[in-house]
């Protein structure tokens, strides 16, 4: 099967599948929490990296991504959103090899803690006394609500300069005593050309069904998102810089942030670039789906990479600036590096 009909085929059955699971289902709005994105390079250069991401984080851009990755890599981030009210954490794993394929697992975490509960705080009638009310100290109670996906993905090659890779997913929440959770399907195609890379990604792609725990049901409908990305080698001092450009297209009624609505997809922009200085450092920039910017630096320290990224918040600027950090461990290199150390 050629890249092509491999993207038609895609397209096609997300579309049929699409037409008669939607009726009686919740759709507005389940999922979004899974559009977060991963990675903090990825998320400085606005997503604009389902041609790019690194293979530590490619589980969610780009499962395909992963083949590009001939080493172990482990992966952790963790950001504070909203003022810091929102925790976002994930957590990744990537090991294989060419002969037989990538291997990576993934784990994306995104809570509200220490919620108070006042159902029971406050006493009504008391003394008998109808619309005297007072506060009961010992009925405070507090719970944590969260949210989350564990990802496990595989990846190989298909032709010489086209990679492939496939997610399955089992998105989760929780909120007080109410928990649900499902199970999803995202492919991935990259195909490598001169020093482009174009990508493709299809998110949920039949359609992924969450159940909550008292019967009531949500879909999360298919989404798609295209990018290419670009390196360009310069001098010395600036080594290189690489410009990413991703739409992405979610199925559904129309929203407000669209960029475009086109028969049944909201069309949306992200752009991205990073700048590197001297090999060692990474400059980021970009601008996300919703138009919001966001920025962050590199730096690579032997086996580690050091990433420090912000988001501007956009139209929830009140809210303040949302940082992260995170950290890619390049465990073969760590290995090697740890023998050398014992043999000094």
């Keep these: ?17 699409l037409r008669g699971v939607v009726s009686g289902v919740q759709t507005k709005y389940t999922g979004e929490f899974l559009k977060f994105g991963v990675g903090v390079r990825e998320m400085s250069l606005g997503g604009a990296v389902v041609s790019s991401s690194n293979p530590a984080v490619a589980y969610y851009w780009n499962p395909a991504i992963l083949y590009r990755s001939n080493r172990s890599l482990l992966q952790m981030m963790h950001s504070e ?13 990537v090991a294989g090899s060419a002969q037989k394929g ?23 009638n008391v003394g008998g006394n109808e619309g005297e009310y007072r506060p009961d100290y010992s009925e405070l109670k507090f719970f944590n609500s969260s949210l989350g996906a564990l990802y496990f993905s595989i990846s190989n090659r298909l032709k010489d300069n086209i990679l492939y890779g496939i997610n399955v997913k089992f998105p989760y929440e929780r909120l007080y005593k109410g928990f649900a959770w499902g199970i999803g399907l995202d492919v991935g195609i990259l195909y ?11 998110r949920d792609l039949t359609g ?5 725990n008292d019967g009531y049901k949500e879909l999360i409908l298919p989404s798609f998102c295209v990018g290419v990305a670009s390196v360009f080698m310069l001098g010395k001092t600036i080594t290189s810089i ?8 979610s199925t559904g009624s129309k929203e407000n942030e669209s960029l475009l609505y086109l028969l049944f997809a909201n069309i949306r922009a992200r752009v991205g670039c990073e700048i590197s200085i001297k090999k060692a450092l990474k400059v980021r920039f970009g601008r996300d789906e919703l138009g919001d910017y966001t920025a962050g630096i590199g730096i690579n320290v032997r086996f580690i990479n050091i990433d420090y990224g912000v988001g501007f918040g956009g139209r929830y600027n009140e809210l303040g600036v949302s940082h992260r950090v995170g950290l890619i461990v390049d465990i073969n290199s760590f290995k090697r590096a740890f023998l050398e150390w014992l043999e000094d």
């Excluded at 990576?104 to 975490?109: A, D, K, Q, V, Y």
């Design 192 to 202: 490598e050309f001169s020093r482009y890379s174009l990508g493709i990604i299809a």
């Design 208 to 212: 992924t069904l969450v159940i909550w």
């Design 81 to 93: 959103e909203f003022a810091g009210v929102l925790k976002y954490d994930n957590l990744s794993f």
């Design 102 to 124: 990538v291997l990576g697992i993934g784990f994306i975490r995104i809570g509200v803690d220490s919620i108070h509960y006042l159902q029971d705080f406050i006493q009504y």
């Design 1 to 17: 099967m050629d890249f092509r009909r491999l993207v038609s085929a895609i397209v096609i059955v997300s579309l049929f599948f």
């Design 242 to 249: 690489e410009p990413s450009f991703c739409l992405d297209l």
